[in-house]
Nanobody, 124 residues
């Protein structure tokens, strides 16, 4: 089992920055990749970014490319999402997720473990 705890959300003005963290514990050696998703009321959870553990390969949704950066700290078993130039449309609950095998990184079904979510609100 892997446990994920997300943190770092909050309220920020348009153009501001936030950094989200996701700390993994348990059988972290099983993790192949970790990702961030986000969800707003009435909408499906959508892919934001992913990073693989072995090669630190990254991938981003088009809507966040050039503004968001995903990174990881192996020693702390923590993945970060640095969010810059935030827009009101970035407002959502952000979830971290862990996959134990390679898969379609944008698919919810590729991820076995999920964090509890952290609210990000961008005011206009």
């Amino acid at each position: 089992q892997v446990q994920l705890v997300g943190s770092g959300g909050g309220l920020v003005q348009t153009g501001g920055s936030l950094r989200l963290s996701c700390a993994a514990s348990g059988r972290t050696s099983n993790i192949y990749a970790m990702a961030w998703f986000r969800q707003t009321p009435g909408k499906e959870r959508e892919f934001v970014a992913v990073i693989t553990y072995s090669l630190s390969s990254t991938g981003y949704a088009d809507s966040v490319k050039g503004r968001f950066t995903v990174s990881r700290d192996n020693a702390k078993n923590t993945v970060y999402l640095q969010m810059n130039s935030l827009k009101p449309e970035d407002t959502a609950v952000y979830y971290c997720a862990a996959a134990t095998v390679p898969g379609g990184w944008g698919n919810l079904s590729s991820y076995t473990y999920w964090g509890q979510g952290t609210q990000v609100t961008v005011s206009s």
